[in-house]
């Protein structure tokens, strides 16, 4: 009877729900914490289960690009699509009517995350100079306002990583003029 009741406890919710967990899922992923290589921001491939991190693999900049482009076999692109094409973050791809039609070797927009989080680019140059001007409002971190945008692409905290969809909704965004101005500005 004890046996029966136990059975019963655990195949309950099961049944209840209707569905079945879901199997962990690869997506990359990237972090406005600077990295260890120098980087002022991280890119990631993370396993993902049940919406929690449970693996991470740090990628280098050449490496994230090949993968996500699907030159380099990914888990986390494993049809070897092209995903700034498919999510379209025009800054990362050839124009569709390019007669070259082939893969970038860079990612412009890569070059601007940086500008999400610092008010002028946070490492010197040789010379001392600053190279630009960053988008937030504040020196250091984005302010409020701006992490409340941030917070729609699933970032509440600066160390928090941006994952799959969300990930390409911003790096795509961040190539939209009106979305800059509105970042920076809130107009």
Sequence with gaps: MLRALLITILVLPLSVSGQEPQPPTWQFALSLSTSTDGQPFCLFLVRMKEGQVTESRPLTREGFIRQVQGRTFSLANPDADDLFRTHDVAQCTLPP???AMGFLTDCSTLDDLWK???WEYPLKMDDGR???KGWSEKPLAPSPRQMSILNGYGMRFLSDLVAGEQMFRLLRDMGDRKW???YRNGA
Excluded: H, N
Aim: proline share 0%; glycine share 8%; net charge neutral.
């Design 180 to 182: 800059i101005v509105g």
């Design 130 to 132: 600053q190279m630009a």
């Design 97 to 99: 009517d390019s007669a």
């Design 116 to 118: 999400l989080r610092y």
